[in-house]
Every structure is written in C-alpha cells, then in structure tokens.
C-alpha cells in the first residue's frame, strides 16, 4: 500500500565491504579500533553487545588491565562522531551503555533501513517474491531490485572484523545470500528475456563454482534460449564430467543435455500480468478523507477477502475515484490489475451477464479459449483457483446489483476488489462480504478548485461572483461541474457571468440536471459533445 513519508535518516553505515560511515551526508572517518568497535555494534544493532566479548576482538590476548576502560573511551568517541548537529532533525544512531558495571555491554540503537547489509536482505525477499508470484513485469522489477541490492557490496561483510570468531557466522550467512541473490536475478533475467546479460553473470558464477548444477542447469537454459545451441550443450557436458570425478550423478543435468541435443526443450515466455485499469483521471480534486478510508478497508493483512462497495448518485464521481483509488494501491499488488464495466445502468446496453464477465475474466488472466470450462460453474471454479496465489486488485465499476458481483467476489484475502454502484448493495454489506464506502458531493471549496484547475486560475480569479454562482448551481455534484466547465473551455471568449445566467433559467437548470442522470459512470466511455451557442448548456455522453 502506498509509503508513508518519513524523515531521512541522518546515519547511514555500510558493513558490505569495508565500513563506511556517512553523517548528514557527510563521510565520517573513524580509526581501526572503533571501526571495528562500531562495526561489532552493527553486528548486534538492537541487541546488547557484551563488553568483555568487545575487548576481545579489538585488543584479543593481548589486552591489558584497562582494557575495558580504553573501550568505554572508544565508545565516548563514537558517539561524539555520530551526535546530531545544533538545529537538525532525523533518525541518527545512539550507542546506549546497559547492564551493571559488572556486566556491562553496549547497545546501538539505529533504524534498520540504515544499515546496507539490511536493505540487500529486504531486496533479495521483495525480488524472490515478485519472481515467484507475478508476471514479466514483476520478473523484470525483481531483476531491477536484485542489481541494485547486489550493487551494495563493496567486498567482504563486516570485513573489519572478518577475523573476529563472532562475526563468522554472519558473515557466512550473508555471503549465501549474495550468492542467492545473484542466482535469482538471473533466473529474472532470463524469464524477461535477457538472455545475453543472464548468460554472462551465470558465466562468472559458474566460474567462480563450476560445481553448482543448478546454476549451469540455468546458464544451459539461458543459452539454449538464445539460439546457442552447442554452447548450451558443452556447458552441460562440461558440468558431468566434473561432477564425475568426484563420484557424483547429476540425473537432471542430464537429461537437459539429452533434450538440448534433441532440441526438445520448451522456451516459453511467461503470460503478461493484465494490466486493464483505464488511465488514471487526469484531474482529481478532494476526497481526501473517502481515499484514506478506502485504502485502509482494503490495506492491511488477514485471511479474510476485503471488498469495498462504493455507492453515491450519478455524476457523483463513483468511478473516478474507484479508479484513481485503484492506481494508487496498483504497486503494491504484484498479480495485476482486472477492471470491468459492468453496464449495470447503461442507457443503450444491458449489464453484462455472469457468463460474459466470467469468460472476458479469464481470457484476460491468460487461459486460452479452448481450455475455457464448458460450464459457467466450472468458470467460476478456475477464476477462483487461479486467483489463489495472487495478489490483484480487482474493480467492477457500474454493478446493477448484489447478484451481478456476488458471483464474481474472488475468495483469496490477496486480491482486494472495488464495486461502484448506484445502489448501496445492502445484502453485500449486511452478510460481511463488503464494507460499504458512500460518496457525497464535493464542498464548496473543492467544486472551486475544481473548476480552477479545468478553466485556469487566472480566468476563474476574474470573476469570482460568477463561479460561486457556477458552483452553487453544480451543487458539488463533479459531473455536472465537469459539464458546465467544458462548456466554458469550449467558448472562451464567453464570460463566466454569462453562463452563470444562462444556468439560471429554468429550463437550461432542467437540461443540465438530465444531463448527469443520462451520463456513462465509466470513465472514458464516453466524449462531451460540444453544443451550438443558443444552447450553450445542453451537453450529452455518447458511447
């Protein structure tokens, strides 16, 4: 869901590679003996960090009596390096003494995003995890996150204290993990198709451990993929006999040589992730409070499924907001978007059936048609299964009522669904399928900015009488403020107090008041058609 802001850090300390410290900015330069003071601290951050075990790695069976009094100056000195300037604010690192003087230790305290060996952590779950559930574009994201994570290292973790017993295991770990890492951008890069990048990074890992099969399983695949057929072959011929020498069978190596050689091998892209939200509105004023409200009913974690019901008049703004709510929470869901109209109060056309929705759902997560089930049932079935393991935001804008999206409501917690409709679609909310979201007109102040922002700031500041007459007539209803505001973009030459009399007249009130009741809720399922000057307000939606 969408990131709260939040203050930069005032430290940040890398511990990929020799330490490296920057203040506000700024390099701070610390000797050996705190550098490996600081970088045991790191180690430990959050948790307490024994003296005796500090003394030990810095001075080791050659410390002396005052050791431990040496340290506590070591310890005075950092801080002093890491003290926040007169004035500034941020998120800095505190050291912090704790225990008894018997048993004393040192804790630092520092957010964890400001440590580099953190954030190359984060990046290899985030980048695992779009790999394993989205599409092409996750794999291509999750390749993009991997770089830069990997960019991070510098040379050995925490390779001030590489010697200390009390960093091998850390070390260790992370440097599996960097290894991972690599393995799994590769695999990112070849699902996207960058096969001449893949094969050079798995070139050097494999040059690095000729004995991992599975890496040279990956770089025979990525070279096959890229039409380089008898090197594919010899990578995987290479790998068998090495693995021979030392007594081991390597079944799966091969049969991929076995089907290299046949060409039997399937290369297949893997299905795009549907991306079908219209384009986000161009102009959207207000509904600060209705955004905020919304993205928390269908934020946060749960098993259960979170569906959303927008209600509100025509004209109100129902799928705009549905829409612009959607791209603001579209990041943050892997598996896609799915948007359907459902025609529920389409003057011209009938509301989509079941049936039809159901198929153009499916088609759209990439099921061929002839593998389509015969029976709607059986539809419904596999739209559920293969929503299992997404997560997807799903919006069905226009609902007639609760029977036309009961059926449609997916049953994973993961893919959060947005309803509009006309009607408040009470059985959905009273059973605890839905949680209802009402939308009323804009304020006063909004319908203003939302004319200002349409027609100019300068031409609305000239005459400020006639667009508080503009904006009680609309009465923060945003499509007919849409309506009357193109009305005056389409004239420009006409002055805003004309207008605001023209609405004035009964019947001209009567013609833009149908004009909402007659309009496409969907956005951008319809274009204003312009109206001749002795009918200036007289607007119409047309498919």
């Known amino acids: 869901m969408p990131d709260q802001q939040?203050?930069?850090?005032?430290?940040?300390?890398?511990?990929?590679?020799?330490?490296?410290?920057?203040?506000?900015?700024?390099?701070?330069?610390?000797?050996?003996?705190?550098?490996?003071?600081?970088?045991?601290?790191?180690?430990?951050?959050?948790?307490?960090?024994?003296?005796?075990?500090?003394?030990?790695?810095?001075?080791?069976?050659?410390?002396?009596?005052?050791?431990?009094?040496?340290?506590?100056?070591?310890?005075?000195?950092?801080?002093?390096?890491?003290?926040?300037?007169?004035?500034?604010?941020?998120?800095?690192?505190?050291?912090?003494?704790?225990?008894?003087?018997?048993?004393?230790?040192?804790?630092?305290?520092?957010?964890?995003?400001?440590?580099?060996?953190?954030?190359?952590?984060?990046?290899?779950?985030?980048?695992?995890?779009?790999?394993?559930?989205?599409?092409?574009?996750?794999?291509?994201?999750?390749?993009?996150?991997?770089?830069?994570?990997?960019?991070?290292?510098?040379?050995?973790?925490?390779?001030?204290?590489?010697?200390?017993?009390?960093?091998?295991?850390?070390?260790?770990?992370?440097?599996?993990?960097?290894?991972?890492?690599?393995?799994?951008?590769?695999?990112?890069?070849?699902?996207?198709?960058?096969?001449?990048?893949?094969?050079?990074?798995?070139?050097?890992?494999?040059?690095?451990?000729?004995?991992?099969?599975?890496?040279?399983?990956?770089?025979?695949?990525?070279?096959?993929?890229?039409?380089?057929?008898?090197?594919?072959?010899?990578?995987?011929?290479?790998?068998?006999?090495?693995?021979?020498?030392r007594g081991l069978d390597a079944p799966d190596l091969h049969d991929l040589q076995r089907r290299i050689l046949r060409r039997t091998v399937p290369v297949e892209a893997r299905p795009a992730v549907p991306r079908l939200l219209p384009p986000a509105p161009p102009i959207f004023v207000g509904r600060a409070a209705e955004l905020e409200t919304g993205t928390r009913l269908l934020d946060g974690a749960g098993w259960r499924p979170k569906t959303l019901v927008l209600s509100g008049?025509?004209?109100?703004?129902?799928?705009?907001?549905?829409?612009?709510?959607?791209?603001?929470?579209?990041?943050?869901?892997?598996?896609?978007?799915?948007?359907?109209?459902?025609?529920?109060?389409?003057?011209?056309?009938?509301?989509?059936?079941?049936?039809?929705?159901?198929?153009?759902?499916?088609?759209?997560?990439?099921?061929?048609p002839d593998r389509l089930p015969v029976s709607v049932d059986g539809q419904l079935a596999l739209y559920r299964s293969l929503l299992v393991d997404r997560r997807m935001l799903i919006v069905f804008d226009n609902a007639a009522d609760a029977h036309q999206v009961r059926p449609l409501l997916p049953a994973a917690a993961g893919c959060p669904v947005i309803v509009t409709s006309r009607s408040r679609l009470t059985s959905l909310v009273a059973t605890g399928t839905a949680l209802p979201l009402s939308l009323g007109p804009l304020s006063d102040v909004e319908a203003r900015e939302l004319l200002e922002r349409r027609l100019g700031v300068d031409r609305t500041a000239a005459e400020p009488a006639a667009v508080t007459d503009l904006v009680d007539h609309c009465g923060g209803n945003p499509l007919t403020l849409a309506v009357t505001a193109a009305q005056a973009a389409n004239f420009p030459g006409l002055r805003l107090a004309e207008l605001a009399a023209e609405l004035r007249v009964p019947e001209t009130r009567v013609d833009a008041r149908s004009t909402v009741e007659a309009a496409a809720d969907g956005p951008g399922t319809g274009h204003l058609v312009a109206a001749p000057r002795d009918q200036l307000v007289t607007a119409s939606w047309a498919p």
């Open 313 to 368: 008049p025509a004209g109100i703004g129902k799928s705009t907001f549905a829409v612009h709510l959607a791209h603001r929470l579209a990041d943050h869901l892997p598996g896609g978007q799915l948007y359907v109209d459902l025609r529920g109060f389409d003057a011209l056309c009938p509301p989509l059936s079941v049936p039809e929705v159901i198929r153009t759902v499916l088609l759209a997560l990439g099921v061929p």
């Open 6 to 245: 939040t203050a930069p850090a005032a430290t940040r300390i890398s511990v990929l590679g020799p330490l490296r410290v920057e203040h506000f900015n700024r390099t701070v330069p610390l000797g050996p003996k705190v550098s490996g003071l600081l970088s045991a601290l790191v180690l430990r951050v959050g948790r307490p960090a024994d003296a005796r075990q500090l003394v030990d790695l810095l001075w080791g069976k050659s410390a002396s009596a005052a050791a431990e009094t040496t340290l506590r100056s070591h310890v005075s000195h950092l801080r002093q390096k890491l003290e926040l300037p007169p004035g500034q604010d941020g998120s800095g690192a505190t050291v912090r003494t704790v225990g008894t003087p018997a048993s004393r230790g040192y804790l630092l305290e520092l957010e964890r995003d400001s440590i580099d060996a953190h954030v190359f952590e984060n990046a290899v779950v985030d980048g695992s995890r779009l790999l394993r559930t989205g599409g092409t574009a996750e794999a291509r994201q999750a390749a993009k996150l991997l770089r830069d994570g990997l960019a991070l290292w510098r040379g050995t973790a925490f390779a001030d204290i590489a010697h200390w017993w009390g960093a091998t295991a850390e070390i260790n770990r992370l440097d599996a993990l960097r290894r991972s890492a690599m393995q799994i951008r590769a695999e990112a890069l070849v699902e996207i198709g960058s096969y001449v990048e893949a094969t050079g990074e798995l070139a050097g890992m494999i040059a690095v451990d000729p004995y991992n099969e599975k890496v040279r399983r990956l770089l025979a695949l990525a070279l096959y993929a890229d039409q380089r057929v008898d090197e594919a072959a010899e990578v995987c011929r290479e790998g068998l006999t090495l693995l021979a020498c």
